[in-house]
């Protein structure tokens, strides 16, 4: 429930408003779902005497994490040791085969809870049947961006259609109280037709929202546009017109110099997947350069299958980890710049930055403390030794997350999603993902 004042007290509240600033000890006050007050302990037990207190001594308390391009799904350790095309071929498109609308809304039923236990308050998922999807995002209480996989080329006749998109569009272009909505999505650049990049351009104007798609993962797609259109990815996604301010493109791994000064230009943000971009041997994305030009990086866990875990707070340890050890600099991967990335920066990527993504007086109440109470993050030091943003990048993980609030509304508390019953979401993703293997062996069968 959301208690008319709520204040979080006494803890490391590490504000991540795009500078440094940090109050250890302070305190965050809650009111009506919104942040009312951030700053010391004794400014704010002077204001919130009435206020129910949750004790947040030893804790982060950060804002709630954004990860910016998410796939549900139920194929976790079952698609191993390929390269990108052959997964993708083998695994994952024979899957969309055979998916149906209850597999597809029990998969996000996981992903989400796995999610929101970790942290993550904000999630934008390229999925399929999302009718489903918009249903557990409002079950579960996180926000949701719900993007469609679009294709429309030959033998791509599985994906979703620019027409399921407009669907989704006109019933959820907002919904649960606006914590979920709609975008337009395509889904690679080699699935769709350029009538539907226009098509998909118009809708998101049509609709007034945002549009995201994948780019740039691999060498042999970057060669292989060229070949195609004379163009790189990027510049061909210029040339059919979906770059903006309210674009995503998710990976981005092989930009040269020129496709980064148009993403800069056109105002379009990047979704970086480190531990996807490692799995699947596709390279270390240009991160600094791109940020440095000024471009919005958020992060993203990628699907459940490329990744095996949907933790943000690792997210950020391999990003950083990444830029170490491809730059051979151990200046770079800052750990205040991958929890910018993982807050603020991704909030901005989703056009949510004005309301969420930070802790300042005004936004909305997405707010998460993490323990640091633990062996391995002792020592917990103060003052010059400050180290508490090094714990939660490099030694932190989703297990150590305690309470999560949504718009103010408690919905994770000692480590326990309190929305929905995990035991139930378990069982039936269980259930659905035997029900998806049985049909896709069956496809299988029936076009070999």
């Given at each position: 429930m959301i208690s008319p004042r709520t204040l979080i007290r006494n803890g490391i509240v590490i504000p991540s408003a795009g500078d440094r600033a940090v109050f250890d000890p302070g305190s965050v006050l809650i009111e009506n779902g919104r942040i009312t007050a951030v700053g010391t302990v004794a400014q704010l037990d002077a204001a919130a005497t009435d206020a129910i207190v949750v004790d947040a001594t030893g804790h982060a308390v950060i804002p709630g994490l954004h990860n910016c391009h998410l796939h549900s799904g139920l194929l976790r350790g079952t698609a191993e040791s390929k390269s990108l095309w052959d997964w993708l071929r083998d695994y994952v498109d024979p899957a969309h085969r055979a998916l149906t609308p209850d597999i597809a809304e029990a998969a996000s039923l996981l992903c989400y809870t796995e999610a929101l236990r970790g942290g993550t308050t904000s999630v934008m998922d390229m999925w399929r049947y999302m009718e489903g999807s918009a249903h557990a995002a409002e079950a579960i209480g996180l926000r949701a961006t719900l993007v469609p996989y679009v294709a429309d080329l030959p033998g791509y006749d599985y994906f979703e259609t620019l027409a399921s998109n407009r669907r989704l569009l006109e019933n959820y272009r907002t919904y649960a109280d606006d914590r979920v909505r709609a975008w337009v999505g395509l889904e690679h650049l080699f699935y769709c037709s350029p009538e539907a990049f226009?098509?998909?351009?118009?809708?998101?104007?049509?609709?007034?929202?945002?549009?995201?798609?994948?780019?740039?993962?691999?060498?042999?797609?970057?060669?292989?546009?060229?070949?195609?259109?004379?163009?790189?990815?990027?510049?061909?996604?210029?040339?059919?017109?979906?770059?903006?301010?309210?674009?995503?493109?998710?990976?981005?791994?092989?930009?040269?110099?020129?496709?980064?000064?148009?993403?800069?230009?056109?105002?379009?943000?990047?979704?970086?997947?480190?531990?996807?971009?490692?799995?699947?041997?596709?390279?270390?994305?240009?991160?600094?350069?791109?940020?440095?030009?000024?471009?919005?990086?958020?992060?993203?866990?990628?699907?459940?299958?490329?990744?095996?875990?949907?933790?943000?707070?690792?997210?950020?340890?391999?990003?950083?980890?990444?830029?170490?050890?491809?730059?051979?600099?151990?200046?770079?991967?800052?750990?205040?710049?991958?929890?910018?990335?993982?807050?603020?920066?991704?909030?901005?990527?989703?056009?949510?930055?004005?309301?969420?993504?930070?802790?300042?007086?005004?936004?909305?109440?997405?707010?998460?403390?993490?323990?640091?109470?633990?062996?391995?993050?002792?020592?917990?030091?103060?003052?010059?030794?400050?180290?508490?943003?090094?714990?939660?990048?490099?030694?932190?993980?989703?297990?150590?997350?305690?309470?999560?609030?949504?718009?103010?509304?408690?919905?994770?508390?000692?480590?326990?999603?309190?929305?929905?019953?995990?035991?139930?979401?378990?069982?039936?993703?269980?259930?659905?993902?035997?029900?998806?293997?049985?049909?896709?062996?069956?496809?299988?069968?029936?076009?070999?």
């Open positions: 226009t098509a998909a351009a118009a809708l998101a104007d049509e609709f007034d929202t945002g549009l995201h798609t994948h780019s740039s993962e691999t060498t042999s797609e970057v060669q292989e546009s060229l070949r195609r259109f004379g163009r790189r990815p990027i510049e061909e996604f210029l040339h059919r017109g979906i770059l903006g301010p309210r674009t995503v493109v998710a990976h981005c791994v092989w930009v040269d110099d020129r496709e980064m000064e148009i993403l800069a230009q056109t105002g379009t943000s990047v979704a970086h997947c480190p531990c996807s971009n490692m799995k699947l041997s596709s390279g270390p994305a240009p991160v600094i350069a791109m940020r440095n030009k000024g471009i919005t990086v958020g992060l993203g866990s990628d699907g459940e299958k490329e990744n095996n875990n949907l933790d943000l707070l690792e997210e950020m340890k391999f990003g950083s980890l990444l830029q170490k050890v491809t730059t051979l600099d151990p200046t770079t991967g800052d750990p205040w710049d991958l929890l910018t990335m993982a807050t603020i920066d991704g909030a901005r990527a989703l056009g949510l930055d004005s309301e969420t993504g930070s802790l300042e007086p005004g936004k909305k109440a997405d707010v998460v403390l993490v323990d640091l109470r633990g062996l391995h993050t002792t020592p917990l030091l103060h003052g010059d030794d400050f180290n508490a943003v090094a714990h939660l990048v490099f030694s932190a993980s989703a297990a150590d997350v305690a309470q999560v609030y949504v718009d103010g509304r408690l919905v994770v508390d000692a480590g326990k999603v309190l929305t929905v019953d995990t035991e139930v979401i378990r069982a039936r993703a269980q259930s659905a993902a035997e029900e998806l293997f049985a049909r896709r062996a069956d496809l299988t069968r029936e076009r070999s």
